[in-house]
């Protein structure tokens, strides 16, 4: 039998460290979680979307009784992204969660719903999408989906 190691690489560091375009990014996801509709979990998740033109769009969490019927805050963005600018590239995602009144103390991932999506961004592009992932005081930076999911599935699958 053989065996296969999978090593992921997450830069770490605290927000009040963050300058320029990421600083602004963490913001703006922050503020996207105030437009969240969660009545359900009261986890309210903001995702802010940089594209190459620099241009960036905001998405929150919207939740419905039905809960397949909701959708994520990471893929309202990028699908509001892809429409409004079907010919330009995703550089930067950051994400953010608010719960209790407060920033949640642990990052807030993509699920894998939304890491699936993520996959398809880049391939779309051709361009690895940096991921920050954020808590009340901490960012986790991958360089690309494929950090956080390295088996993924994608049209080269289906070959």
Do not use: H, W
Request: proline letters at 4%; one cysteine or more.
């Amino acid at each position: 039998m053989e065996s296969l190691e999978i090593i992921t690489k997450i830069k770490v560091y605290s927000i009040e460290s963050c300058t320029g375009e990421k600083k602004k990014l963490i913001e703006k996801a922050r503020q996207a979680t105030q437009s969240a509709y969660a009545p359900y979990s009261n986890y309210s998740v903001g995702a802010a979307v940089l594209l190459k033109n620099g241009e960036i769009i905001t998405g929150s969490n919207q939740e419905n009784a039905a809960y397949p019927s909701g959708l994520c805050a990471e893929r309202t963005a990028l699908f509001y992204a892809n429409a409004q600018y079907p010919d330009v590239a995703v550089s930067m995602v950051a994400i953010a969660a608010f719960n209790k009144g407060n920033f949640t103390p642990d990052v807030c991932s993509p699920c894998g719903s939304c890491r699936q999506v993520f996959v398809e961004v880049e391939n779309r592009f051709d361009t690895p999408v940096t991921i920050l992932m954020c808590s009340k005081d901490k960012v986790y930076e991958v360089s690309s989906i494929k950090e956080i999911l390295p088996l993924s599935f994608s049209k080269q699958s289906m070959l």
